[in-house]
C-alpha cells in the first residue's frame, strides 16, 4: 500500500505492507537512516521520532498507523542553517554521548520533554528518558546536556 | 513478523464488521502487540487499528464516574485526570515510559491482562465497569487469570467506567529492567468501602485483597492490616523474586498505599 506523511515538513510516500515498522519505512523507503534501530524490541528508544508532535518509538508503530501524520526526526532538527540546534549543541559541548549510536533517540526525547516542561529538574530529566537507553555515557553527560539546553546551571550530578 | 493485512476503521461499527474474519485481531496502542508479533508469537491475518476511531478516545467525569474511552493512551490519561482522579492519572504517568505513554491505551492493557500491568489493580479496586461493544462487564467478572478476559472474539473494549474514590493511591514496586510492577498494589477509598487491587503478584493474575479491603474500611490506617498475612501459595515465583517475597510485597505495599492516601 501508499503511505504518505509529512516528514521534517515535507509530504513524503512510500510503499509499505502491513507490517512495516515505521522506523523501517523512515530508513528504508525514505532514506532517512539518522533514526537508529537499536533493539527493534521497543527497549532502548534510538528508534525515538516525534509523530503529530508526540514522542514514540518508531520500531513499535506501523508505518500505516502514521499515514497522514507530521512526522519529526532526527535530521528535523537541526537550525534552518544547517548547524546544530540548542539541544544538539548541548550534547557536543557536554560530551553527552561517546559512541552515538543512542543520540538521535536521545536528543528526540529530550526536545520533546523541554516542549512539555520547559525547566525540568535532574530527577524529571531521569525519569524522562527512561525509554532511551545509553551504553556508553552513564548518562550524566546526556542529563547535563540536557540541563544546558534548557537554559539552567549545571550542577555536579549524583555519582560523580 | 509474518505479514498481514492492515485496515483502520473509523467508527466500531466498521471495525466489529472488519474483525468477522477468522485470524483478524484488534491493534490499538500496539505497545504489547507489536513486540509479541515481532517474535512470531502470533499471526493475524488482518490487524484493525482502533486508533483511528474518534468515538473510542477520550475521557469525561460526571456524577462521580470517569469515563476513560478504550482507545485513549497513558499519557492522556495522565494529563487530563490529574485533577479529578490523582491516583489513576499517576497509575497512568508511571507506565512503561514517555514515548509507550503516547501510544498505549487503557482498553489494550485492560483486553489483554497481562498478569503484570497496571490498569487491572485500579480496575479492581475501584470496581470498574468494562464496557465493549455489546455489553457492560463488572471488573470481578472481567478478569479471568493471566491474560485471559471476559472478551469474546471480536469484542471490543469501548470504555472503562471508574466510580471516582474519595482518595487513592497506586504503589508500584518496579522491576527496574522492564519497568513492570514486580508487584502492585492500588487502592482507593470510597465512603462505604475500600478497594485493594493487586497486580503483578498472584499466578492468577490480578485480584483483590479481600481480607484487607474489610480491615480498612473500618479503620483506613496502616495499623489495620498489620495481623494480616498474604498466603504465598498462588503467587509468582521467578528470578526476580520469589513467591513469599511478593506475598510480602503485597503487604508493605498496601500500608503505604494507605498512609499514602
Redesign the interface.
Known sequence: ?KVTMTVNGKSMSGEA???T?LSSFLREELGLTGTHVGC???QC?AC?VH?DG????AC???A??A?GTDVTTIEGMANADGSLNTIQQAFQDYHGLQCGFCTPGMVM?AS??LEQNPKPSETEIRE?L???ICRCTGYHNIVKAIMAASGQDVPAVAAE | MYNFEFVKPSSVDEAVAALKDEDAQPLSGGQTLIPTLKQRLNQPSRLVSLLGIADLVGLSESGGEMTIKGATNHATVAAEAASSFPGLAALAGKIGDPAVRNRGTIGGSIANNDPSACYPAAAMACQATIVTNTREIAADDFFEGMFATALDEGEIVTAVRFPVPEASNYQKFEQPASRFPLTGVFVAKYADRVGVGVTGASNDGVFRWKEAEEALASNFSPDAISGLTVPADDMISDLHGSAEYRAHLVKVLTGRGVAAC
Not at chain 1, 54 to 57: D, I, P, T
Open positions: 500500500m505492507e502491513g507490517r515498522l527493534d524490541t521497543s528508544g525515538t509523530v508526540r514522542q514514540v518509538k513499535t508503530m506501523f500505516a498507523e499515514e526525547a520533546s520533554l524522562h527512561h525509554g532511551n
